[in-house]
């Protein structure tokens, strides 16, 4: 060989390569990093914006493409790794280690709220993102069965430590209060629990804190969003005509709390029956035609499955205990469409 790629050269081809999402080249979108060139061997990382990035192949295919046919190259060695972009708005006072704050909302209890807020969360951490959970349902605390967790462990520092399973953590007012015990809340002291929660808590480094907000368009919903910014919010509706006009009425809250909302899951559509028919108990389609009525993303469709209701009820949710059932392929990529959209939302200028 006459003569190797130089650096330069190599930094330009990668410079041509735009990340699909995200519009811009990845060198300008800093993605491209540790880059060596040594005699023909390029090796570099390229650095996503969260590793539940649906377009990872994509981009290192797209980047392998760009280096075909140029001269001078013996080999190129790609890194894939990720770090997720902070929210810009978080403030340091509240809780900076804390990047982003995914707000899961309903219009009325039991559609499944808390269900695609665990199921999100575990399959965040399964792609290897740090990821917390907030159960903020103070009327209906459901986060810690779900989790299979009953406690917190003991505090430390004067911190509240959540407590750990299936690589996510969790804090609930379930662990606080006997079971049985009504909640009864008065504004002041809900308002502070949920301040609380940001600040007293020691969450660590966090990429995804998922919110499970309680049903409705209350005092939650309005003291999280005055204390942190919420990254993203997610509606989740049956596809029945009434879970709808409650889900449209949480469409206007995010709205009004100027918090982006990164779409729309339908949850409990279509059952499947063992002749592989199906039926549809709730109807199909709703959520969908409300998404698309409001402009927004639809984010997906969980069929009504009774296995999702029996792994809820033992603390191992089927992202964990039924990996490679259809619902649980469908809640990772749903978990993977939020993350591109909290991607695309911070990087934006
Ligand atoms: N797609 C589904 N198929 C079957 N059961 C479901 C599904 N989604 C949720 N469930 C079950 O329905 C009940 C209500 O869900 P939950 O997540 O607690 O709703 P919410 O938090 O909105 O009140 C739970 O018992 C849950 O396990
Ligand atoms: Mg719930």
Redesign the pocket.
């Known amino acids: 060989m006459d003569e190797w790629i130089t650096r330069e050269r190599a930094l330009q081809i990668l410079g041509t390569v735009l990340d699909p999402e995200l519009h811009k080249d990845l060198v300008s979108l800093n993605m491209i990093q540790e880059l060596e060139v040594e005699q023909g061997l390029v090796k570099f990382t390229i650095m996503l914006t969260t590793p539940a990035c649906p377009l990872k192949n994509k981009i290192e295919s797209d980047v392998r493409k760009a280096f075909e046919g140029e001269e001078g190259i013996k080999g190129l060695q790609i890194k894939i790794s990720a770090k997720v972009p902070q929210n810009q708005q978080i403030p340091e006072k509240i809780n900076s280690s804390i990047k982003n704050i995914i707000a899961v909302a309903?219009g009325?209890?039991?559609?499944?709220?808390?269900?695609?807020?665990?199921n999100l969360a575990i399959a965040l951490a399964q792609k290897g993102a740090q990821v917390g959970i907030m159960d903020a349902?103070i009327y209906?605390p459901?986060v810690p069965t779900?989790m299979g967790l009953d406690q917190l462990p003991k505090p430390q520092n004067n911190k509240i430590i959540p407590a750990q399973k299936h690589q996510v953590k969790v804090v609930s007012i379930g662990f606080l209060v006997k079971q049985g015990q009504p909640l009864i809340w008065r504004g002041p002291l809900l308002h502070s629990t949920i301040k609380q929660f940001l600040v007293d808590v020691d969450w660590g480094e966090l990429d995804y804190l998922v919110v499970?907000l309680p049903?409705g368009t209350g005092d939650v919903q309005l003291s999280l969003a005055q204390n942190i910014p919420v990254t993203c919010g997610i509606i989740?509706t049956m596809p029945q005509r009434v879970s709808l006009e409650d889900a449209s009425r949480g469409i206007g809250m995010f709205r009004k709390l100027n918090i982006p909302i990164a779409g729309v899951i339908e949850?409990?559509?279509s059952?499947v029956l063992p002749d592989r028919s199906t039926i549809d108990v709730f109807g199909e389609g709703g959520g969908e035609a409300m998404a698309n009525a409001y402009g927004l993303a639809f984010l997906g469709r969980?069929?009504?499955?009774?296995?999702?209701?029996?792994?809820?009820?033992t603390g191992e949710p089927i992202v964990v205990s039924r990996s490679k059932s259809t619902?649980a392929k469908k809640f990772v990529d749903i978990a993977c469409e939020v993350a591109s959209f909290i991607s695309v939302n911070n990087l934006k200028d």
Do not use: Q, W, Y
């Open positions: 309903s009325k209890g039991g559609v499944g709220k808390s269900t695609v807020a665990v349902d209906g459901n779900m499970d049903p989740v949850n409990m559509a059952m969980i069929p009504l499955d009774p296995e999702i209701r029996r792994v809820g009820d619902p």
